[in-house]
């Protein structure tokens, strides 16, 4: 038997191809012939050796692969937590967004910031006086608290803002700011005698900052004639002017010159005039020396030392003019008859006084 | 969450672990790899090693493990995890000495010893070295005996079959081919075995 035959017969004794008698006739061969039997041995080996080697290479193989794989797979893992993580916290990211953001301007508009911002964007402040507004809360807290176990709730109305107004005619239409009385529950008007009179808005112009109040009062005499005229006009620069006002609760003096033909900003509507002005001179107005009203005082510019600002006589004309005739208890005629033009300063603020009015706004 | 549970090996015991890589089982594999890759990472790593570096480690280990529990009847004289941890560690402090750096080396030796991995990495390198000739010999062998042995003996393809996929002229010319073929295998194996 050739050597390469025994082989071949051996694979096929070890892959089971043999029948079974062949198999035993295989296995009696092996015996007979120590030598084929060595060689058979040594065959049976190494292709075991061989199978062991491929299935060795195969394990190593998925191991490499399982390697790769999970390193891949970790990090695809990292990639995918963080997204989930996010698409998890999204809504939470959002409403804890909207939470703080309305928390934040809430607060700012609950302590008056956006006032306080809108106020402090213009150095142009309006001359109404806040009637001793600290002082008052303070009181009225007192009597909260020693009131705290009474039931009864006082209805104690309380002055917001005080100002000045002067008479137009002398059956009762006088004039302020609009500022003064914008948002005003009811307005009242007392006279350096101290009598106090309710007056009723019979007309605002916000654009020009103007209001017009009519006594309503039946207690309300009708006054003398008035005294000044209105100057339509405008006058020249340097004039020398001067103001009666309540910045407090006396009337006030105030003596100055017409400094500017416009206003604040170049507001063609008043003048620049250099009088020492406080809050409360508001409304107050402004007459040359001859007694001849040429504006009424409105505010003031911050940091600039004298700069006042009075509204023309000639808008008050113009504002006067737009009333409709319906909100009217008979027509305004401005006086033209002046008495004030010769008389001393003195003479002319004791003659003036009666017409000027604090205006209380509740 | 996900990481308590890769490292818990609730699913899987030891055993199955073992009947699955003696049978080369892919299951097998990605199991050890989830359980015990990131225990025996982190010691690498915490041991002036790479990641790598650990997979290298790591993959070796389980090359001990194949080993053994092919060529022996195996049993579970330890933890599989604690077999594979001590190998590891043992693997990467061989690596470690042989790039010169052997600080604090003498602590852990002892208790290795006692887990007789010396041994085991002994016939795993002897295994390695063989089945490396092996390889060797199959590469130098060339193709297409190559092919046709691995169909023959690994695959078990018939000879029928091997006829038609290799183009002979009827089967006695491919059992002369395959038989030449062995021969060839034989003689670079043996051959290469007796130079080293």
Known sequence: ?362 | MSKIRQILPTEISDQEIVDGVSKGDSRAINKIYKIYFPLISRMIVNNSGSEDEAKDIFQEAVMVLYDKITQQKFELSSKLGTFLYAVSRRLWLKQLTRKGNSANTSDISDFEDLLGIEDDLERHEETELKFDQMNKALSQLGEPCQTLLKDFYIANMSMQDIRDKFGYTNTDNAKTQKYKCLQRLKKIFFNSSLEK
């Open chain 1, 1 to 362: 038997m050739q050597r390469h035959d025994f082989i071949e017969w051996a694979d096929q004794y070890l892959r089971g191809e043999l029948t079974a008698e062949d198999a035993i006739a295989f296995e009696s061969f092996c015996r007979t012939e120590p030598s084929y039997s060595e060689v058979f041995e040594q065959h049976r080996l190494f292709v075991q050796d061989l199978e062991k080697n491929e299935m060795r290479h195969a394990f190593q193989q998925a191991l490499i692969a399982e390697g790769n794989a999970f390193e891949a797979t970790k990090y695809h893992k990292t990639g995918q937590k963080t997204t989930s993580l996010w698409s998890k916290l999204q809504v939470n990211a959002g409403v804890a967004a909207a939470v703080a953001l309305i928390s934040v301007f809430s607060t700012l508009w609950i302590t008056g910031y956006f006032a306080n911002i809108k106020k402090a964007n213009t150095d142009y402040s309006a001359l109404r006086r806040e009637m001793n507004s600290v002082k008052k809360n303070v009181t009225e807290q007192h009597k909260a608290i020693q009131n705290i176990n009474n039931d009864k709730n006082k209805n104690s109305s309380s002055i917001h803002f005080g100002a000045t107004g002067f008479m137009l005619t002398r059956d009762g239409y006088v004039v302020t700011n609009y500022h003064v009385i914008n948002g005003a529950d009811s307005v009242h008007l007392q006279n350096v005698k101290g009598q106090a009179y309710k007056a009723q808005i019979v007309y605002t112009d916000p654009q020009k900052d103007l209001a017009i109040l009519h006594i309503a009062d039946p207690s309300f005499k009708i006054l003398k004639n008035i005294p000044y005229t209105f100057k339509k006009q405008s006058s020249e620069l340097g004039e020398d002017i001067f103001t009666l006002g309540f910045p407090r609760d006396e009337a006030v003096y105030g003596q100055g010159y017409l400094s500017s033909n416009t206003g604040y900003a170049g507001d063609t509507i008043a003048y620049q005039i250099s009088i020492p002005v406080n809050p409360g001179n508001s409304g107050g107005p402004v007459l040359d020396n001859q007694g001849n009203i040429i504006g009424i005082i409105s505010g003031k510019q911050k940091g600039i030392d004298g700069a006042a600002f009075a509204i023309k006589t000639k808008e008050l004309v113009e504002t006067l003019n737009k009333i409709p005739a319906d909100s009217l208890k008979g027509n305004i005629f401005l006086n033209n008859k002046n008495m004030l033009s010769t008389l001393p300063r003195t003479e002319q603020i004791k003659k003036l006084q009666d017409y000027i009015y604090i205006v209380k706004v509740f």
